[in-house]
């Protein structure tokens, strides 16, 4: 028997490439400065679902919500295994905090139909909430297991998850379906395999063919939207034509999605400037290492 995975991915911008452009004068994030990346945590829970997979048979169904651009990461997904990449994208959904994102992403699950596990990392890097896998479980009416860190079973009906409590661990077993969120020692993510990445380069939502295609001209242009119409019929042929669903598709309800169904309401923000100040140097003998870990255990950074 197979099992029914769906994968949440968010793009990320890549907070390890941080520059000095990388924030705004307003505050806010420069995303145009920063590389934009598969969020880490993301790729840890994609390989849980492929390796469930290649082990029970099934199916692995990857979603992102986020703007055109978000499709990079679904054609990585496909090139690491996937089945099936759903892009859902819509102007209406912008300033969707955290609540009404987990909405919006499970009416797509709920639109994906038979699913049996949900899996999402832990966190996304840029947001940092750890709200958003959480949030859909309760949206879904769901179990959910967070912190996954070993799948120890997986029969019939049941789960039993090993996961990661900061200072130890603890075995949650749950009925199907559940939703679960993945931390990065779950697993090492697989390389992209040659053959798919050969295949699924040229994967393309219509949403991307038409930016490609029409570039600066109408795209309503009769012979232009001919064009359009038969690269997408190509694509769709072979396999390669990204679905894209916006809230009408996934029968969203607008209060709940973008601006106004997100009560969170940002009061300020602050530019934190860390200083190398206040540095200590520790002798590389053992008295200096115990001197340090000591150090460390009475600042609870460690312990
Ligand atoms: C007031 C407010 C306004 C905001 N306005 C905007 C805005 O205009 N534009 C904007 O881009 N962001 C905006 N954000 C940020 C946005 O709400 C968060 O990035 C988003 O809700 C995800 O939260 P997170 O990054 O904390 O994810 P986490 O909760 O840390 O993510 C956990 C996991 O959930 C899944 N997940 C999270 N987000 C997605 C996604 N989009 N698609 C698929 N899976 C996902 C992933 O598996 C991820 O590992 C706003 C946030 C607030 C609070």
Redesign the pocket.
Known sequence: MGYNCV??????PDTKAVTAKAMKDDGTVN?AALPAIF?P??LH?LEEALMIKDQYGGTVTV?????PN?CNILRDAYERGADRCIL?SDRRA?????L???YI?SCAVRKVGDFDIV??????I????????P??AEKLGIPQITYLEELVSLNNNHIVVRRNVGNGWELVQSKLPVLI?VIDSANVPRSPAAKRIMKYKKARAAIEVKKEIAGENNADDPEIAKQIEQKCNELKAKGLLIEHWNLDDIDADLQWCG?DG?P???HRIQAVVLKGEGHKQFEPSEDGVRELVHELIEEHTIG
């Open positions: 994968v949440l991915t968010k793009q990320v995303r969020n945590e993301d829970a979603i992102t919500m986020g703007p978000a859902v912008a300033a969707s905090d955290t009404a994102t987990s992403l899996l999402c990392g832990r966190q996304a840029d947001g940092d909430t750890a709200q958003v896998g949030q859909a969120t601006r997100s969170t309401k940002v």
